[in-house]
């Protein structure tokens, strides 16, 4: 059967909009580079995506956002452990929320361990995000002050909000990466954009499109499983929501740009090839990074989740490397051969990356649909995988 075919059936019965397969080898040959389906559901006569399509990539923004406080770590200007008070006041002046009295107060406690770059890099800073389980707090802390979650054009205004749980005694997804956005900016003296285009992009040779502040240009459009049913999308005109407002660039969620460089840079990761970080500083990144607790923290808030996207199997081992999340062990029900210490991660419109060195490969799956953990995403993606690995094996 031809690899397309349960792609272009999921498109054609309104289970995905639209999706972009890629996977690419250690020695740069492509396994994958398949686009599939429209720009947008809400135009009469669309053209189709290809590999000039600009895509909301959301929370994929985090891996270059990672790379690039690790250039800087290696250019002496920070240590992963260092704290960042100095940096990034906003965020380090903000105590723990334990509760809340009995008229719903905020019960704040103070912190007792400094916030480190390693923390920010790895969601065991405390900084949470409003939208998930984990931020069930900093909503009720929302309610009680008046003000709206998620809101505000910075990362200051936005996410300058109280911490969950002590530095590296806890882990949630969040917006520790935004943070150390912020820190590069501050570092470097550049804009977030400016600095991935110098140090990322160019390097790597990529097409110069990424942006945190695209037009509607040559962008794919956002869907969402509409009311109509399982097989029903509907289009969904502002795009991904959490970046609504937004003037300042988010390292943690608000890039835009082309799969074939995101690729470019998953695969010079796989190959540690210099171009970004010493051979070394790359190869930390597939190195767990967590506390214990922390570590434990990661696995509970996994178990069971519905916010992750991807697909995740019993008696699988976690860690949090630099850049993503670490498979260090693969579990029982998978039907593909994932690698030791497989580093992935994803982004809300149900995109999904891997890299695999241990079998020499990369992938990349790129759809824009909502919610995100949608099963039907969930499913391609568990297919695309399957793909990728049969097709490395077998092909030359």
């Given at each position: 059967?031809?690899?397309?075919?349960?792609?272009?059936?999921?498109?054609?019965?309104?289970?995905?909009?639209?999706?972009?397969?890629?996977?690419?080898?250690?020695?740069?040959?492509?396994?994958?580079?398949?686009y599939l389906g429209p720009k947008s559901i809400a135009a009469a006569d669309p053209d189709p995506i290809d590999a000039n399509t600009i895509f909301t990539l959301a929370s994929i923004t985090k891996l270059a956002t990672t790379v690039a406080a690790l250039q800087l770590v290696e250019r002496g200007l920070i240590q992963l452990d260092d704290?960042?008070?100095?940096?990034?006041p906003v965020l380090c002046r903000q105590k723990i929320i334990s509760g809340f009295d009995d008229q719903g107060q905020p019960v704040l406690q103070d912190?007792?361990?400094?916030?480190?770059?390693?923390?920010l890099l790895t969601h065991s800073s405390g900084a949470g995000y409003t939208f998930l389980d984990a931020g069930e707090k900093l909503r009720q802390y929302h309610r009680f002050h008046g003000t709206p979650p998620n809101h505000g054009p910075t990362v200051e205004s936005r996410f300058g909000v109280p911490l969950l749980y002590q530095p590296g005694e806890g882990w949630a997804y969040g917006a520790g990466i935004d943070w150390a956005g912020r820190l590069v900016e501050q570092l470097s003296g550049q804009s977030l954009e400016a600095y991935f285009t110098e140090h990322i992009w160019k390097p790597l040779g990529a097409s110069g499109t990424f942006t945190f502040f695209p037009g509607a240009q040559g962008r794919a459009g956002m869907a969402s499983r509409g009311p109509g049913g399982p097989d029903k999308l509907a289009p969904v005109p502002g795009g991904l929501g959490l970046n609504a407002g937004v003037e300042a660039c988010f390292g943690g969620q608000g890039g835009h740009g082309r799969a074939d460089d995101v690729l470019k840079l998953l695969h010079s990761l796989l190959a540690n090839d210099g171009r970004l970080l010493r051979p070394q500083t790359a190869d930390a990144m597939f190195r767990g990074q967590l506390s214990p607790?922390?570590?434990?923290?990661?696995?509970?808030?996994?178990?069971?989740?519905?916010?992750?996207?991807?697909?995740?199997?019993?008696?699988?081992?976690?860690?949090?490397?630099?850049?993503?999340?670490?498979?260090?062990?693969?579990?029982?029900?998978?039907?593909?051969?994932?690698?030791?210490?497989?580093?992935?991660?994803?982004?809300?419109?149900?995109?999904?990356?891997?890299?695999?060195?241990?079998?020499?490969?990369?992938?990349?799956?790129?759809?824009?649909?909502?919610?995100?953990?949608?099963?039907?995403?969930?499913?391609?993606?568990?297919?695309?995988?399957?793909?990728?690995?049969?097709?490395?094996?077998?092909?030359?």
């Open positions: 059967m031809d690899h397309t075919q349960p792609f272009e059936s999921a498109i054609s019965g309104g289970i995905l909009p639209c999706v972009a397969l890629l996977a690419r080898r250690l020695d740069n040959s492509d396994v994958l580079s398949t704290d960042v008070a100095e940096l990034l912190r007792k361990s400094p916030i480190t770059l390693r923390h607790a922390s570590k434990a923290a990661l696995k509970q808030s996994l178990e069971g989740s519905a916010w992750a996207v991807g697909d995740y199997y019993p008696g699988e081992e976690y860690d949090w490397g630099l850049g993503g999340l670490l498979i260090e062990k693969a579990g029982d029900g998978a039907p593909y051969a994932r690698g030791a210490n497989t580093l992935t991660w994803s982004g809300a419109p149900n995109l999904f990356w891997f890299i695999d060195r241990a079998n020499g490969l990369c992938g990349l799956f790129v759809t824009q649909l909502l919610p995100p953990g949608d099963a039907g995403a969930t499913d391609a993606i568990r297919e695309f995988q399957k793909v990728a690995y049969q097709k490395n094996k077998t092909q030359g």
